[in-house]
């Protein structure tokens, strides 16, 4: 086994030489941990399974700094078996079978069991997670693995199905708040052995730029205590100015799953929400390093499938947008595009031409489809009228422009597959069709 695999050992040294702040309170058990109520609150069936020893496979998954390395550190202190950790960055297969291989020894030898947690795990291969399936399906391991990505996009299914998927939510301004007021109060892992005094303003602003990462918000702090000097009294004032000096607004990751996901969120603020709309294409782009481009394309589907013909402007505004970027570029193209995106929101909203589409597209499940009428079919040609392709009326020759006809294959003839609706301007087109149908009737 690697010299420098992090064994989480119940007789680890109680010296904090040289650790940050943020290391030295982490949470040495449940009642200290922060924030995910709905997973080890109280009654909570990992917290009943943590404090038993009975922690079965798992997946930690949720944003960085809520907590899931902290809580793995938790259910280190609560076995009685050995803990191991490999982190997927530079492990490799050879490391997860040594791993397995050493607990297969210590549970013949001994009967103990081994968890195993594997930070990061969307950095794993498919093969490397392979590696893992035999020994969790043989209960030789405990399986414990964290990721900020989506499990459902980079852990193997097989792997996936074998464990129990508990998805941390990101912690709030409140709990880095607390964090902090602990690590001022602590005199042993925190501060407290420093004469501290902390505007409350300064707290509030640490807690709301980390963002409830407590990690953050602990390194900040103790920045700042160390580069403040005492005043005359002896006492080290963190105000609001040296807070603002500690933190900065976070680099925020941009994997794809996340992109995903705010791409998603934009198509559907689209449909309701300006506010929204603006906001998650603007953060996609600006704090994210998204190409515009995505959600210009995103903004152009969108202007058919939501908005459609109760307002065919929403189209010409979204490929306006798209032509003054390709010539603009940004950051200058921000206001063309965000005018589109506002102009589409706005509009009366219409799905009905996606539903045509999609009417159409079952309608293609029915025998015989396809088949073109004889009297629509083309007779520009010596001897069509011999096969019968004729019998086509000419709508212009009609009053209103409109003749009732066979339009369609006998397979779906009479179906009606785009619906107008009332919304903005294909309310007209609703109530021609009305009047053609009644022309139908008649015919």
């Given amino acids: 086994m690697r010299d420098d695999f992090d064994l989480f050992s119940t007789h680890e040294s109680n010296s904090s030489a040289g650790k940050l702040l943020a290391d030295r309170m982490r949470p040495q058990s449940l009642e200290e941990y922060y924030g995910q109520e709905q997973i080890v609150g109280p009654g909570k069936l990992l917290r009943r399974a943590i404090e038993a020893d009975q922690v079965s496979s798992i997946l930690l998954y949720g944003p960085p700094g809520t907590g899931k390395t902290t809580l793995a550190h938790i259910i280190s202190k609560h076995t009685k078996g050995d803990f191991v950790r490999l982190n997927a960055v530079d492990a490799s297969v050879k490391d997860v079978r040594e791993v397995i291989e050493q607990a297969k020894q210590t549970k013949a030898m001994y009967g103990r069991k081994t968890i195993l947690f594997l930070d990061e795990v969307h950095r794993f291969n498919s093969s490397r997670q392979d590696a893992l399936l035999p020994a969790v399906e043989q209960g030789v391991i405990v399986f414990i693995g964290a990721t900020t990505e989506n499990p459902f996009h980079y852990v193997n299914g097989a792997l996936l199905s074998r464990s129990t998927l508990f998805q941390l939510q990101p912690l709030t301004h ?25 505007d409350e303003a300064a707290l509030e602003h640490v807690a709301r730029m980390a963002g409830g990462d407590i990690r953050r918000a602990l390194n900040a702090l103790e920045l700042a205590a160390l580069t403040t000097a005492p005043d005359a009294e002896g006492t080290i004032r963190i105000t609001l100015e040296a807070a603002e000096e500690s933190i900065r607004r976070p680099t925020v990751k941009a994997d794809e799953s996340a992109q995903y996901d705010v791409l998603s969120a934009f198509h559907k603020s689209v449909r309701g929400s300006s506010d929204a709309a603006l906001y998650w294409f603007l953060h996609a782009v600006e704090n994210l390093g998204m190409d515009p481009m995505v959600f210009i394309r995103r903004l152009i589907v969108a202007c058919s499938e939501d908005i459609g013909l109760a307002n065919p402007q929403a189209m010409v505004q979204a490929v306006s947008a798209l032509d003054a970027f390709r010539k603009i570029g940004w950051p200058e193209a921000k206001y063309n595009i965000a005018q589109a995106i506002l102009f589409a929101v706005e509009s009366p909203k219409s799905n009905s031409v996606a539903m045509a589409i999609s009417r159409v597209m079952d309608a293609f499940d029915r025998p015989g489809f396809g088949n ?63 009047l053609r149908r009644r022309e139908e009737e008649k015919g």
């Avoid at 690590?183 to 892992?189: F, K, M, Y």
């Avoid at 010596?382 to 009609?398: F, N, R, S, W």
């Fill in 372 to 434: 073109v009428p004889l009297h629509l079919r083309d007779a520009h040609y010596k001897g069509a009228a011999q096969l019968g392709h004729v019998g086509y009326k000419y709508p212009h020759d009609y009053p209103g422009h409109f003749v009732a006809q066979q339009y369609l294959p006998d397979s779906v003839h009479g179906e009606r597959f785009f619906l107008a609706t009332e919304q903005g301007m294909e309310d007209k087109m609703r109530q021609n069709q009305q």
């Fill in 174 to 198: 409140e709990h880095s708040l607390a964090a902090m007021q602990r690590a001022l109060a602590d005199r042993e892992r925190g501060l407290g052995f420093l004469p501290i005094a902390a």
